[in-house]
């Protein structure tokens, strides 16, 4: 962990491998998390509706789920911080506002799983 | 907010525009969000798979975030509306039944990160 | 319930049927679940990234989903017991370990939505 997931509506001419090194970067910047601990994936969406009227659907969603035990105060900061650094990365739409939203989810940690698999 | 992930199984023959127009509808008929603010997905599945004995897998499963602060009624009501909608446009199976299921969630509303990009 | 999605980096030359067949095994195994609910899903990653340094990005993920109402312990062993099983089908990497991990979730049972459409 963290484990993120970034997604984006195929309208969008963003690109996977520049808004997942600024995601990384920006997490790492927060001072909270070990380099190799972060995984991210990005995600283009197919299939997305906005609202239910005749509009441009648009949006960039990230989830980013970290181990339970940080404050409140912490986890707005890296929230921020992603929802900052997705949207500078992010290519304006000439005819819409793009929401950029971070949906920050704790882990439990007693529960969490993991197996390594020795390089073989 | 809300943000809805809908799931199917590649072998049902649904339609994915209107399984999202049907969800939004459901969800701005709650009463419970604004129109602007329902962002939703769809998602068809390539690898699934149903227990461990030969059948045919089939279902379809909604992941609905909402910002955390709602009653307990009310996430039911909302999550069974949605659950009604949904299965009221997925077509049958000849020789299964369709098990159509919503995971309400709640997204912690003083971690909730977000940036707007302006047009441009 | 439970539902599992089991995530891989799209670099590992790993079977989505295997992985299923292992994991939904697994859980049966556990004794926690009936064999009908178990609904799982297996998603190859096209765009992921594992740190900031360059390196062979390599990991699997599963989110296990199941409704509340389970000790810790119990929950534990689950999670355990998933990593477990996904290790054990996992192709390993010849330069580099992989990472198997298990984030167990709850789902509240009061607020979880189901419709069931009759076979038709």
């Known amino acids: 962990m963290p484990h993120l997931v970034i997604e984006y ?9 520049r808004l997942l090194a600024a995601a990384n970067e920006a ?9 190799t601990d972060i995984k ?11 609202g239910v009227e005749a509009r441009r659907s ?11 035990g940080r404050t409140v105060e912490t986890r707005k900061r890296v929230a921020q911080a992603l929802a900052q650094a997705l949207a500078a ?5 000439a005819d819409a506002e793009v ?3 971070v ?4 882990m439990q940690r007693e529960t969490f799983g993991k197996a390594v ?3 073989g």
């Open 27 to 35: 997490l790492l910047g927060t001072g909270e998390f070990g380099e």
């Open 58 to 68: 648009v949006f960039v969603h990230a989830t980013l789920s970290i181990l339970s």
């Open 99 to 101: 929401p950029v939203t």
């Open 117 to 119: 698999l020795p390089p």
């Open 40 to 50: 991210s994936r990005c995600v283009r969406l197919e299939h997305y509706r906005h």
């Open 103 to 106: 949906d920050l989810r704790e």
């Open 9 to 17: 509506t195929g309208n969008l001419d963003a690109d996977p491998t």
């Open 89 to 93: 990365c992010v290519p304006p739409c």
